[in-house]
């Protein structure tokens, strides 16, 4: 079926050549050329619309955040789609009320529950949104190859990218565009962390215990708590149709402290298999600690039917079950009541393995990426690649910023300020493999083959080739 933009390109250009031919001139018809900036009102031609390949930047090129807040661009309005609704709608949007006071534009939020067919459907459609708010990267990654994304390095000021970023973020905003080329598909505009181990922190300092900066010190830390008669380690992973998913999590934390980035890349693509010496390796890590019933609270039988949610309240009984749990900062509202951050629990940054890979950390984010190429657009793209984008929200509590402008001192909640600063610290990041997998592999196999392990059903090495052979075939 021909679209109802190549079906307007075609009727214009048969028009202009039937006016050649008839020896009229041609000047006074609008052009077809994308590159061509109308000057008429908006009932002339369309503008280039988000199944064109990403087109290079026109000669208006220039900081347009700048010029945004100057003016220029007042009286015009930028369309956002994403997944937050309710509190998280409500706290985007007041987000954005000092780029709006700054600048008059517009910024219009659309928030839905069925973000991934809605984005296909509106897509497929031709008639993208300005802007989407995407979750998962590797969904955006789709829509980059079909060419549907505007690249943003044809008029972004890279340096500033560079300088505002750790190359981590940058990488993973680096996609396959259209023919393979690379394009920059997208600017981070919040982060979480993935990487922290939490305590609770006054029967730890009662008890003496030493909070652990290497992974040799982990263990030996263990091995302390299991000598003193107590388990070390909370751990539950049931969670429904869902269980299984917080063992791909300590898996990709331990990928990131035992070998390279390009490995663990490789890895989400499918050319690392999980049978390798580096993914096996990561399951032993971690499985010195699982399978280990002296190192788990109830012993390793009860990681699989223990709810997530209640697997860290042993740390909070008198005395404590357990001491250690992995997980990110939402698991604190499982806690229970009456408890102070900071006294009666705190985190620790989960300890580096080899010292060649830094203090990674895993992440999970929100990307905004640009459909729709106008100034205004332009100046909102490049406003996300600032902490001031994400500051109303920082102070108002639930979300951190991946952005090296962003100040400690806008987060009020000490955890929150404290995951920050851990945040900034990293020396790379990478978001959550299972994540980014194929579904039928990181939702599906991944999580499926880890409780089959832990259970005993079947050994590392069937486990673990299993979930290489549901990898979808080309």
């Known amino acids: 079926m021909i679209s109802a933009k190549r079906l307007w390109t075609l009727t214009s250009l048969m028009l202009v050549l039937a006016l050649m031919l008839a020896g009229c001139g041609a000047a006074t018809e609008p052009t077809p050329e994308p590159a061509a900036a109308p000057t008429a009102a908006p009932t002339e031609p369309p503008v280039v619309e988000a199944t064109e390949p990403p087109a290079a930047a026109p000669a208006d090129s220039g900081n347009f955040l700048e010029r945004a807040k100057a003016g220029e661009f007042a009286g015009t309005s930028v369309t956002v789609l994403g997944v937050m609704v309710d509190e998280e709608k409500v706290k985007f949007e007041e987000s954005m009320k000092a780029f709006e006071e700054a600048t008059g534009i517009d910024v219009q939020y659309e928030g839905t529950k069925e973000f991934e067919p809605q984005v296909a459907v509106r897509i497929e459609a031709n ?146 298999p999980f049978a390798s010496p580096e993914v096996k390796h990561a399951a032993e890590v971690m499985s010195d600690i699982w399978l280990n019933p002296e190192y788990v609270n109830g012993g390793t039988d009860t990681i699989v039917t223990t709810f997530i949610g209640d697997s860290p309240v042993g740390m909070f009984t008198d005395p404590p079950e357990c001491w250690l749990h992995v997980q990110a900062s939402w698991i604190t509202g499982f806690f229970g009541d009456g408890l102070t951050a900071g006294e009666d629990y705190d985190f620790f940054y989960l300890p580096p393995i080899d010292d060649a890979y830094g203090k990674p950390v895993l992440v999970a984010g929100d990307i905004m990426a640009m459909f729709n190429d106008r100034p205004e657009v332009r100046a909102l793209m490049e406003y996300f690649a600032t902490g001031e984008s994400v500051a109303a929200w920082i102070r108002s ?78």
């Open 127 to 272: 008639d993208p949104p300005d802007i989407i708010d995407f979750p998962q990267p590797g969904f955006l990654s789709t829509f980059a190859a079909d060419g549907d994304v505007i690249d943003i390095s044809t008029f972004m000021d890279m340096e500033h990218l560079q300088e505002n970023y750790i190359p981590s973020w940058l990488d993973m905003a680096t996609m396959a565009g259209p023919d393979d080329q690379d394009i920059m598909a997208g600017v981070w505009h919040r982060a979480a962390a993935k990487s922290m181990v939490w305590y609770p922190k006054k029967a730890f300092d009662a008890a003496g215990y030493t909070v652990p900066t290497t992974w040799d010190e982990l263990m030996a830390l263990t091995q302390q708590i299991a000598d003193d008669g107590d388990t070390a380690w909370c751990i539950g992973i049931e969670s429904g149709a869902a269980t299984g998913w917080v063992a791909t999590d300590w898996i990709e934390n331990i990928m990131l402290r035992t070998t390279s980035l390009d490995n663990y890349d490789k890895w989400v693509e499918g050319e690392l």
């Open 397 to 474: 509590g639930g979300t951190l910023s991946p952005h090296k402008d962003a100040s400690l001192d806008w987060y009020g909640d000490p955890i929150e300020r404290n995951v920050a600063e851990l945040l900034q610290n990293a020396t790379s990041v990478r978001f959550d493999a299972s994540d980014l997998m194929p579904g039928e592999v990181g939702s599906g196999a991944f999580w499926k083959g880890m409780v089959d392990y832990v259970t005993g059903s079947v050994d590392l090495d069937t486990a673990l080739q299993e979930i290489d052979a549901a990898w979808p075939k080309n």
